[in-house]
Every structure is written in C-alpha cells, then in structure tokens.
C-alpha cells in the first residue's frame, strides 16, 4: 500500500482508533524476549543523540527508526542497521503494532503533541524531548492524555535527572539561603534566526526531505530553508523561540525545588516584535503569589543576550555572568547560590559558606540517578513514572514556559488565576492557545 493510501486511510478511520494497546515487553519477557523494543521517531540532530544515548542502554533494542528526512537519519540508520525504516510515524505505530514497547520523540515542537498521545493512546511508554509541546493546549492535551495512560513518560530536560537539582533543593531545604524570593535565569539563545518576517523567494525541498511530512499537523506553507532544517525553533508555527528551547532546562530546578505551579501575573519586554517569530530578545518575570512553606517567588527569565546584574558578593574581577552559555541566580534572605543552566556545578556566592559546605557536605536526601535515559528505562521496567514525567512534572513546568511565550507573543502583561492558570487577561487568540490541525492528524484520547 502506498503511503499516501495508507494515510488517507486512516484519516478516514480516526487514526487513533486505528492504534491497537501493545502487549507489552514485560509479556513477552515470559517467552525470554525481555528486551524493550524501541521506536525512534525524529533521528537527526539531537534526535540522534537520543538514539544513540538509549541503544546504550542494556537490554534496550532500537527496533524501528522514523525521519521525515533521510539524510539527517543516515547517522542513526548506520549506528543500527538492523532497524526497521520508516517516514511516517502515523504509518510505523500502527504497522508495528505490539513490537513496539516504547517511543521516543525528537521531533520539531509543532509534532510533539500529536505523535506523543497517539503513542499513548497505544499503549506505549513514551520519552518527549523539551517542550512538551508548543502550546499549552497541546501541553493539557498530553498532560490529560498521559493521567489515562498506562506507559511510562519522561521529557528530555536531562538537569532534572542530575545531581545539581538534587544538591540545590537539599541546600535549600536545610536553609542555606534562607527563604528564597527571586531567581533569575539567562541563556545565550537565540542561536538560530528571529525576529524576521516570512520570507518570500521561491525554493524546493531537498529531495531527501518529505516536507509535507515535516509540517505534520501545522498549515500548509511553501518549503523554505528559514525553516528546516534547524531554524524552524523561531517560528510561532513550528517552535517555542529561545525560552521555550531553554527554560525547560533552566527553570526546572526552581519550578521543582519551590513547588511552583501557576503564576497570577507574568509581565514581559521584549526587543522589536514580528507577528510570526519570536523577539531577538526578552525579559520575562513571573510572579507566584506565597504557599504553604514559602513567600511570595518572582522568576525572571531572559534571552537573547540579556543577564542579571552582578551579585555584591561577585567582585569586579570575577567574571560575571559565570557563563554566557547561561545559568541561574538564586536569592535568598540570607544567601545566594549560581549554577549552570542544566543546575550543574551549584555553588553557594558567599565564599567561606561554600568553602564549608565542600568540607562537609548535607546528608544526602534526595536519591541520585545514572541518567535521564537510565531513569526512564528503569521506570518503564518497573511499571512507575520517571521523575520529569508529563503529568506530576514535565506537563505543568512545559504549561509556566507557555504562558511566559503567550506573554510575549501578546507583547502584554497577563494576567492570570493561580489556582487553574486561565488567563483572565488579555483576551487572546484561540489558535495561540490550541492550534487548528491538518486532516489526518489530532490530539483526541
């Protein structure tokens, strides 16, 4: 059967209703088969990192791999031959049926959604790189979707599986810095185009690329290299721009540490705004009203080469920011601690504090683990959700970004409920919320 065919098919069936539940590794590990069968869709870049991260992995089986593109899959094509080839993700989950045990998605932000609750509504466990998903109705759709699964899920913000968040909520909980009130997060990002407008000249696909594939559910557009590959993460239609792309990563620790959910006020600047890219630039502070344990937190986010002012316990000769790379900066009553944009190398500012703590450190509270790969197939084996999951975790943290994207997509403050995250103010588009999608894709349970 031709592809086209085949997806027309299933357009006209429902394409979940076409997805049979798989039987699962832990079935067939009575018949000695008791390696987790893998399917990889999105295999270029950092997708084959995944690829590559999770076939190391023992008793793991990279069974099937699937790429709109096949010249960025050739990496991951020739480090396991043996795997099954495929373009359509659509097509792969529902061929494959019961072989597959697990899917991994790496995917542009547009496709996340969609690919990931049909592998949910399948039975499969599933690892979704960072964001989850590009709006936050498609964010809600999976977070829903995911509470009904039986799978294990994990996002790919790899920090929350480090030992850095570990250490900082461990200082924090042994009240190093005292009550913490404000962090501040940074990051070299943008490294890719924004700020433009749609560009115009004619261009082809390359002819290894499936463009109309790499769309997926987003409207029909011409083919353009401003958008693949690669640039498409500073299009409101394809990406979530620099905070999106990095918040996940930067503000884990302090949505985790501080038991933050929604904000009541999210304000924003930006540099000159274009109606379908991000900013070059921008600062975006967020305010959680006070809980049970905590005061009131304010978080301020910046891009595109925008950093905090130097701390006064940061000397002239010090180098400040520690990385232009990016990072964090947590303040506390009576304290101040840095560390890396994945909570990495932390340290206390005030120097003899920090000189102690190397000398003798606090007790281990919080369990350490190998990796973020590691993790997720522990918890898929042992029938539990890994720590970044998508509905205890990865969900709500990828739910704050969004609303901070809304914010500055809507160049206005919004204002916000804290108890349901509805925006109360300004009124905005529907589509920026929850995108309309094209015929053979969809988000339904």
Same mark, same amino acid.
């Given at each position: 059967?031709? !592809?086209?065919?085949?997806?027309?098919? $299933?357009?006209?069936?429902?394409?979940?209703?076409?997805? +049979?539940?798989?039987?699962?590794?832990?079935?067939?590990?009575?018949?000695?088969?008791?390696?987790?069968?893998?399917?990889?869709?999105?295999?270029?870049?950092?997708?084959?990192?995944?690829?590559?991260?999770?076939?190391?992995?023992?008793?793991?089986?990279?069974?099937?791999?699937?790429?709109?593109?096949?010249?960025?899959?050739?990496?991951?094509?020739?480090?396991?031959?043996?795997?099954?080839?495929? !373009?359509?993700?659509?097509?792969? +989950?529902?061929?494959?049926?019961?072989?597959?045990?697990?899917?991994?998605?790496?995917?542009?932000?547009?496709?996340?959604?969609?690919?990931?609750?049909?592998?949910?509504?399948?039975?499969?466990?599933?690892?979704?790189?960072?964001?989850?998903?590009?709006?936050?109705?498609?964010?809600?759709?999976?977070?829903?979707?995911?509470?009904?699964?039986?799978?294990?899920?994990? $996002?790919?913000?790899?920090?929350?599986?480090?030992?850095?968040?570990?250490?900082?909520?461990?200082?924090?909980?042994?009240?190093?810095?005292? @009550?913490?009130?404000?962090?501040?997060?940074?990051?070299?990002?943008?490294?890719?185009?924004?700020?433009? %407008?749609? @560009?115009?000249?004619?261009?082809?696909?390359?002819?290894?690329?499936?463009?109309?594939?790499?769309?997926?559910?987003?409207?029909? *557009?011409?083919?353009?290299?401003?958008?693949?590959?690669?640039?498409?993460?500073?299009?409101?239609?394809?990406?979530?721009?620099?905070?999106? %792309?990095?918040?996940?990563?930067?503000?884990?620790?302090?949505?985790?540490?501080?038991?933050?959910?929604?904000?009541? *006020?999210?304000?924003?600047?930006?540099?000159?705004?274009?109606?379908?890219?991000?900013?070059?630039?921008? !600062?975006?502070?967020?305010?959680?009203?006070?809980?049970?344990? *905590? @005061?009131?937190?304010?978080?301020?986010? !910046?891009?595109?080469?925008?950093? @905090?002012?130097?701390?006064?316990?940061?000397?002239?000769?010090?180098?400040?920011?520690?990385?232009?790379?990016?990072?964090?900066?947590?303040?506390?009553?009576?304290?101040?601690?840095?560390?890396?944009?994945?909570?990495?190398?932390?340290? +206390?500012?005030?120097?003899?504090?920090?000189?102690?703590?190397?000398?003798?450190?606090?007790?281990?509270?919080?369990?350490?683990?190998?990796?973020?790969?590691?993790?997720?197939?522990?918890?898929?084996?042992?029938?539990?959700?890994?720590?970044?999951?998508?509905?205890?975790?990865?969900?709500?943290?990828?739910?704050?970004?969004?609303?901070?994207?809304?914010?500055?997509?809507?160049? *206005?403050?919004?204002?916000?409920?804290?108890?349901?995250?509805?925006?109360?103010?300004?009124? +905005?588009?529907?589509?920026?919320? $929850?995108?309309?999608?094209?015929?053979?894709?969809?988000?339904?349970?």
């Amino acid at each position: 059967m031709h !592809r086209r065919s085949f997806v027309s098919d $299933m357009a006209r069936a429902g394409v979940a209703a076409a997805v +049979l539940p798989t039987v699962g590794f832990a079935a067939r590990a009575a018949s000695g088969r008791d390696a987790i069968n893998i399917a990889c869709i999105g295999v270029g870049g950092m997708g084959f990192q995944d690829v590559r991260n999770f076939g190391a992995v023992p008793d793991v089986n990279i069974y099937a791999l699937c790429d709109v593109d096949t010249k960025a899959a050739i990496e991951a094509y020739g480090l396991f031959p043996k795997a099954k080839r495929y !373009r359509d993700y659509r097509e792969m +989950l529902v061929k494959e049926g019961s072989s597959i045990d697990a899917v991994t998605i790496s995917t542009p932000d547009h496709s996340h959604a969609a690919a990931a609750i049909m592998a949910l509504k399948a039975g499969k466990h599933v690892y979704c790189q960072k964001p989850l998903a590009r709006t936050l109705g498609e964010v809600r759709a999976i977070i829903a979707a995911s509470k009904s699964a039986r799978g294990s899920t994990q $996002m790919g913000n790899q920090g929350h599986a480090g030992d850095g968040v570990r250490l900082i909520r461990e200082w924090v909980e042994g009240g190093l810095i005292g @009550p913490v009130r404000e962090v501040h997060f940074w990051t070299d990002r943008p490294i890719w185009p924004q700020g433009i %407008d749609r @560009p115009t000249e004619a261009h082809n696909a390359p002819p290894t690329l499936d463009w109309d594939l790499w769309l997926g559910p987003a409207q029909a *557009r011409p083919y353009h290299p401003a958008y693949a590959p690669f640039r498409w993460r500073g299009w409101w239609d394809f990406g979530t721009g620099a905070m999106g %792309d990095m918040a996940c990563h930067a503000m884990d620790a302090a949505f985790w540490v501080l038991g933050l959910r929604y904000p009541s *006020r999210v304000e924003v600047e930006t540099s000159t705004a274009f109606p379908e890219t991000a900013p070059r630039a921008s !600062r975006v502070t967020y305010y959680f009203p006070a809980a049970v344990g *905590r @005061p009131e937190v304010k978080l301020v986010w !910046r891009d595109g080469g925008l950093w @905090p002012a130097r701390p006064n316990e940061v000397s002239s000769e010090v180098r400040w920011p520690p990385s232009n790379d990016g990072g964090q900066l947590w303040i506390g009553d009576s304290g101040k601690l840095v560390a890396g944009v994945y909570a990495e190398n932390p340290r +206390l500012l005030n120097e003899e504090q920090n000189a102690a703590l190397k000398a003798k450190p606090l007790p281990v509270k919080y369990e350490r683990v190998k990796s973020v790969h590691v993790e997720w197939i522990d918890a898929c084996r042992a029938g539990k959700q890994a720590g970044s999951n998508f509905a205890g975790h990865a969900g709500p943290l990828t739910e704050m970004i969004a609303l901070g994207n809304l914010a500055v997509r809507a160049g *206005r403050t919004l204002e916000l409920d804290p108890a349901t995250g509805a925006v109360k103010s300004p009124t +905005l588009p529907n589509d920026w919320i $929850m995108p309309a999608y094209r015929s053979g894709y969809t988000l339904a349970v």
